[in-house]
């Protein structure tokens, strides 16, 4: 019998298998940021040990960084205190870090693709849960705690017990004004935040071979979110032209030799799923979050739903306590939400063809006088790329921010957040409670309406606009 | 890390689905780079409300926490596994658990003992009549325990082994040794590296 994608991937980097103990998997990529890694760090000079491949291990600096003045110390003290210690830690056990100022900093999942690093049938780690971006590459990556990061600085590998693997196969092509961010918010509201537990998702169907690798990273980033430890997407010649002339793509026979072995990367027409989940794309339209998970979502036509909708006694508390929190009535139209804050970026969301679509909505548009918007790149070179196709004038000249690279307001770490009570519409990943900022309230959208939601001041798609004036 | 065999103690109900690990501890205390001392983080935003379970007097020096289904969702963070141990939990019982939460807890010896929501509800009605209600969580049995009740848990074997022990995996994993060698020897010549 045939095998899946993941399930490849898995077999062609099993170090040791022993019966009743987990596979022993070797990590071809480690990728490493300054929250989740002090505490592995110190416990390797507890114990003595080295960094055991230096060179397949990769630190950026993201969650913390300021997106303005970087060319400034860090004003947090706490915050400057964890970004010192990670790059004290990358020099004393030999690992490149991408700092502050770097052309090559941004967030992790927009750097590692960015420069070639991920790469069809990879196993990448990193102690970030949004490491399944990667899998839109063919590759097998999952977000691990602090405890495995030691482990793979230790030792290269992870003992693991094999995922069971889930197809969700998308028919049909997306309808024109949806994207690959209100399919995978329409997923995780079909099989819920805990549908994808113990899965490895396997992307599937028309509606994702045509999406562009951005898409894809879009569409796996939020694997996570449904609950799975990764999305996958198999790879194909749009994976391999993305990939190819990046800096640390392989190149001459080596190129021919990775793409030969990367076109066997794809799941056995005789191979089975643990489960199977099928999507018709024809009826997606623009979706958004309406409470305090990522599971709370409805198509942005829709009305905030009702206590009465629940299957059952913990679904009604959830939605009651969510719709206490997000302060919103049932039966309101999601598009009757009115937004003080867009924020256009994250590792969702924060690459050159997300910011290339909302600049082409607000090109001769102005924000709404009571909404201020963020657009913050991914990484630098998003940044640069950005400035010289003109569109941080575009930003700029319709009232928005522009910001330097890094996670910004996805999580209320960094100087970015909501303060109480503040209503945002974000191409970020998590509307948990808090998540933006203590008290902040978060709808989690596409690029698109996000751009036309900083017009309108509430919630709406480009369609909603009126009539470009320019 | 301490081998986990049995532990008896006073439990806290926690009526909620759906807890992510934004919610066990915020990203602020994050920026930390110790190991200890989370415990004044955990459920910082559900600590200001005086009715959450754990500002209750009755509650107080809980040491097994009853959650609702789908604990630990959201970030990878390994801070919400050691705010809990800090605070005093041992063991946490659940309905479902997420992925990378369960497998952090397992790293770092925390209990996640998986059980059927009927189990769960049934001791949170127990410890919700009587908070002084002693609950056993027994690894070696895989039960979990409290008056006349007496329920099976779930959790992965190797784990179980693992903890019964207060193995280390990093010990475990250097053992093979030669076998990473020889796996390292082997891998493509296209594999790329970080190095420019």
Known sequence: MGTTLAEKVWEAHVVRRADGEPDLLYIDLHLVHEVTSPQAFDALRDAGRPVRRPDLTLATEDHNVPTVDVDKPIADPVSAAQVEALRLNCAEFGVPIYSLGSIDQGIVHVVGPQLGLTQPGMTVVCGDSHTSTHGAFGALAFGIGTSEVEHVLATQTLPLKPFKTMAITVDGPLPAGVTAKDLILAVIARIGTGGGQGYVLEYRGEGVRNLSMEGRMTLCNMSIEAGARAGMVAPDDITFDYVEGRTHAPHGAEWDAAVAYWRTLRTDDDATFDAEVVIKASELSPFVTWGTNPGQGVPLSAVVPSPDDAADEVERVSIERALEYMGLTPGTPMRDVAIDTVFLGSCTNGRIEDLRVAADILRGQQVADNVRMLVVPGSARVRLQAESEGLDRVFLGAGAEWRGAGCSMCLGMNPDKLTPGERSASTSNRNFEGRQGPGGRTHLVSPQVAAATAVLGHLGSPSDLPTNVS | ?196
């Open chain 2, 1 to 196: 890390m301490d081998a986990f065999v049995t532990h008896t103690g006073t439990a806290a109900p926690l009526r909620r689905s759906n807890v992510d690990t934004d919610q066990i501890i915020p990203a602020e205390y994050l920026k930390r780079i110790t190991r200890h001392g989370f415990e004044d983080g955990l459920f910082k935003a559900w600590r200001n409300d005086p009715e959450f379970v754990l500002n209750q007097a009755d509650y107080a020096g809980a040491s097994v926490l009853v959650a609702g289904p789908d604990f630990g969702t959201g970030s990878s963070r390994e801070h919400a596994v050691w705010a809990l141990q800090d605070y005093g939990f041992m063991a946490v019982i659940s309905s479902r658990f997420a992925d990378i939460f369960r497998g952090n807890s397992g790293k770092a010896g925390l209990l996640t003992a998986l059980v059927d929501q009927e189990t769960v509800e049934q001791l949170w009605l127990m410890i919700e009549a009587d908070p002084t209600t002693l609950v056993t969580v027994d690894l070696e049995s895989q039960t979990v325990a409290a008056g006349d009740l007496v329920a099976p848990f779930d959790v992965d074997p190797y784990v179980r082994w693992r903890l019964l022990q207060g193995l280390d995996d990093i010990g475990i994993t250097l053992q093979s040794e030669s076998d990473i060698s020889t796996f390292e020897a082997s891998r493509p010549a296209f594999a790329p590296t970080t190095l420019t």
